[in-house]
């Protein structure tokens, strides 16, 4: 398309708009993620000789164009929302703003990024709201589709309230605190289950967590209590197997009545934030939940309707009528109203140039191809995810579908 819009001079001034077209089922609400990774990539963006070379082996595009492109750096302006805000769906999360060429060669790389972390920091919200303030923690590096694809998922999680990952490249990459515990496989290389837990306690004397399921769960929670006796005591346990509402109480009553009313029971095993609903209702001892793979790969919904639509071209709008998938002109900002208690009311979708009272919600933060934006730590981010959610009406904290959606006005 690039290289048509320059032969036919479809080069003047062009306005694109990422949004979410309508919410997933069971969604009440998402959550803005992704937007400093986007920038930065954006911020480096160019042909490589390599790249160049490829392109013209395929025998597609002219000399003309490929001389633009080896040139090519993004030199518009970039306007969104911050990331760790509470979205809906027809809202823009990022707007570009650059003539017609640059704005569609960079379409691909803003929908790849924004969508995923959007993605999985929107799951990951939905288990910090029913955990009831109890810890939950990151697992799913390994079945991330991807190392790329686990890294930005343990990102997009901790911006969403997930306290912790497993994942020692974005605990390295992003300061994420980290944390882990021993596999079946160490319990099992062993003579027994006692001397397993012995061993990884005088490697790690100040945090040991023994994983207890391998074999009896019941019957390793006995071993801790006497194990807790002879001065080796474990920080906590891990549960990965069985009936977790039934053993935890158990093992919960077990660990009490030796007094070690102090060592956390941890429950693993393909749980999402519908298990820890099951789990808080059911009043199960455990103290911290560990989700991975329905986390990573947001399994209930493992996509968002997202669209990058061009709304204005040379000062007009532009807008789709298609049937489900209509679209509204120009670029735009995003007014929050909230009740008198602080909770949210609405949002207002204006013209960016009218000026409404309400808090806006987009902000220029690349202004001419460079960044007009201080970069939030990860912490500041996420910080702004817990307002949010404090200000989130309850009806949409639901893991069902919502019985009102929130309102979007549209003008």
């Not at 963006?45 to 633009?68: A, G, P, Q």
Request: some cysteine.
């Amino acid at each position: 398309m690039a290289q048509s819009y320059l032969e036919n001079g479809k080069t003047k001034p062009a306005v694109f708009s990422l949004f979410i077209r309508r919410m997933p089922k069971n969604r009440g609400f998402l959550v803005a993620a992704g937007l400093e990774t986007l920038l930065r990539e954006i911020e480096k963006f160019k042909f490589s000789k390599e790249d160049l070379t490829y392109l013209e082996s395929l025998n597609i595009f002219s000399k003309d164009f490929l001389n633009y492109l080896e040139g090519y750096k993004f030199s518009g302006d970039i306007y969104a929302i911050n990331e760790g805000r509470i979205v809906f769906e027809n809202e823009p999360l990022i707007q570009v703003e650059a003539n017609l060429p640059d704005a569609q060669i960079i379409e691909t790389l803003i929908i790849n990024i924004i969508h995923f972390q959007t993605l999985v920091a929107s799951k990951a919200a939905r288990s910090f709201i029913v955990s009831g303030g109890k810890k939950v923690i990151d697992f799913g590096f390994r079945r991330a589709h991807g190392i790329e694809a686990g890294v930005y998922a343990a990102r997009a999680a901790y911006i969403a309230g997930i306290d912790a990952t497993s994942n020692l490249k974005a605990g390295k990459k992003f300061g994420i605190p980290v944390t882990g515990t021993m596999a079946h496989s160490y319990v099992m290389v062993f003579e027994s289950e006692e001397d397993a837990f012995k061993c990884f306690a005088k490697t790690f004397p100040k945090t040991p967590i023994f994983l207890i399921d391998t074999y009896d769960t019941l019957e390793a929670a006995k071993k801790v209590v006497k194990l807790a006796k002879e001065g080796i005591k474990a920080i906590g346990v891990r549960i990965d197997s069985g009936d977790l509402i039934e053993l935890s109480k158990k093992v919960r009553e077990t660990l009490d009545e030796a007094g070690l009313n102090e060592t956390k029971i941890i429950a693993s095993g393909g749980l999402d934030e519908y298990d820890i609903e099951k789990f808080m209702d059911e009043k199960a001892p455990i103290d911290v939940f560990a989700i991975g793979t329905k986390l990573v790969t947001s399994s209930d919904r493992p996509y968002l309707d997202i669209a990058y639509k061009l709304v204005e071209y040379d000062g007009k709008p532009k807008f789709k009528l298609s049937p489900g998938k209509a679209t509204f002109p120009y670029k735009r900002q995003i007014i929050r109203h909230y009740l008198q208690n602080g909770v949210m009311n609405y949002d207002e979708s204006i013209k960016f140039t009218e000026n409404v009272k309400g808090e806006k919600l987009v902000f220029k933060v690349v202004e001419n191809g460079e960044l007009a934006y201080s970069f939030k730590t990860l912490k500041e981010i996420r910080e702004a995810f817990l307002e949010d959610v404090k200000k989130l009406p309850e009806s949409l904290k639901t893991l069902n579908e919502p019985t009102q959606k929130y309102k979007v006005l549209i003008k």
